[in-house]
């Protein structure tokens, strides 16, 4: 099964640990100028691969974690809602904009640097060109540790886009709701089989659990969502309203799973409440799962069948084969089927 979108912000290390990298780099390249006669231009070549050397190294670095960040414009909409909510994202984008603006003054400290270097004629002013790249050397230092909160900020971020869950974005997903324990993560656990490993991605204030099976060759995931879409609308917090609007870019299909018996703690009319208030919030499909059918009486199935009247409903129990499990199966092959076929320019 394919991964999601990797989003990555290269790790930049310290100022302290850059600045010792980057002079590193040029005294190395200071070192390796071959032979070159005339004192004078032999300083100035020598300080010129330095300072070369140091500066592509840092230019190098700071460039990298531009490039490693997509912009929010780029991303799948199921990953803009979570990085909204899962960064502060006007305080990342100071951040980067900093390293860009530093990038460009080092690059105008280089300039004056090497105009510096050239403007020296004679051998007895040799000594200024030194000057003029410890100058250099200096401001460069002051400028990095001045972005070490940035560059703090910028790491943070990355740690934190690390733990986004990596769903696949394309694969039709079946998403389960319903209050807690009428037996979501059991039927989880048998769509994906026992040994199918589980996933869990820190998502908000809780967590989501991803698996996967296959049917007719094609990817099913599967997603349980604890905390999210087993409780009412009104008790979700914005945070983990955010979380639940990214679901809804999701190519989905909702399993709403019904305990009819007394045991869960949810009376039916409690649960047919979150049922519409899950259907209206997702326009992907929702069907129903009366679960735990060994366990309940006749008279709770025949109850919750009333009240479910107009839905797709399937009653099952743990041990039952599972016609549920065939019917998201062919709704999941047939997505996936849609997703492979060229569109065509014919409507
Ligand atoms: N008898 C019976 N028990 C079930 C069934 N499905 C789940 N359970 C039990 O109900 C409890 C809650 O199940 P769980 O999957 O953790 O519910 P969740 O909170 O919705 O994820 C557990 O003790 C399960 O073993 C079922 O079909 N029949
Ligand atoms: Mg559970």
């Known amino acids: 099964m394919g991964a999601g979108v990797k989003i990555s912000v290269p790790f930049l290390g ?8 980057a002079l590193s780099r040029g005294r190395k390249a200071a070192g390796g100028v071959g032979k ?5 231009k032999r300083v100035k070549t020598v300080e ?10 840092l230019k190098a670095r700071l460039k990298s974690v531009s490039a490693g960040v997509p912009t929010l414009e780029e991303l799948h909409a199921f990953y803009r809602e979570l990085l909204e909510q899962t960064i502060e994202v006007k305080a990342f984008k100071q951040a ?38 410890r100058m250099y050397l200096g401001r460069t230092a002051s400028v990095l540790r001045s ?30 709701a319903g ?40 990817p099913v995931q599967v997603i349980d969502t604890p905390g999210l879409l087993d ?33 869960s703690g949810y009376e039916l009319e409690k649960q047919m409440r979150l049922l519409s208030q899950v259907a209206r919030t997702f326009s992907s499909q929702v069907i129903v799962l009366i679960n735990k059918a060994d366990l309940a009486r006749e008279g709770d199935v025949k109850r919750a ?22 019917w998201v199966g062919n709704w999941a092959a047939q997505e996936y089927r849609k997703s492979l076929a060229p569109t065509s320019p014919f409507k």
């Open 48 to 57: 010129m691969a330095r300072v070369n050397a140091f500066h592509d190294y």
């Open 179 to 218: 209050y807690p324990n009428t037996g979501k993560t059991t039927l989880l656990k048998r769509l994906t089989g026992s040994r199918a490993a589980i996933a869990s991605y820190p998502f908000t204030t809780t967590s989501i659990q991803v698996s996967s099976f296959e049917w007719k060759h094609a």
């Open 305 to 326: 069948q009333a009240a479910l009247k107009g839905r797709k409903v399937f009653v099952e129990g743990a041990n039952s084969p599972s016609t549920l499990k065939e």
């Open 147 to 176: 972005l070490d909160s940035s560059i703090e900020r910028l790491e943070s971020t990355r740690k934190k886009l690390a733990e986004l869950p990596v769903i696949d974005l394309d694969a039709p997903t079946i998403i389960l």
């Open 231 to 263: 409780r009412e609308m009104e008790k979700r917090n914005a945070i983990e309203r955010k979380a639940v609007a990214a679901l809804t870019h999701l190519n989905g299909l909702i399993v709403f799973i019904v305990d009819p018996t007394p045991y």
């Open 14 to 21: 310290s100022s302290k640990e850059l600045l010792e990298a």
């Open 96 to 133: 980067l904009g900093h390293v860009e603006k530093s990038t460009k003054l080092l690059e105008s400290f280089k300039r004056a640097c090497k105009k510096g270097i050239y403007s020296v004629k004679t051998e007895k002013d040799a000594e200024r060109i030194k000057k003029s790249v």
């Open 36 to 40: 070159v006669r005339d004192p004078l």
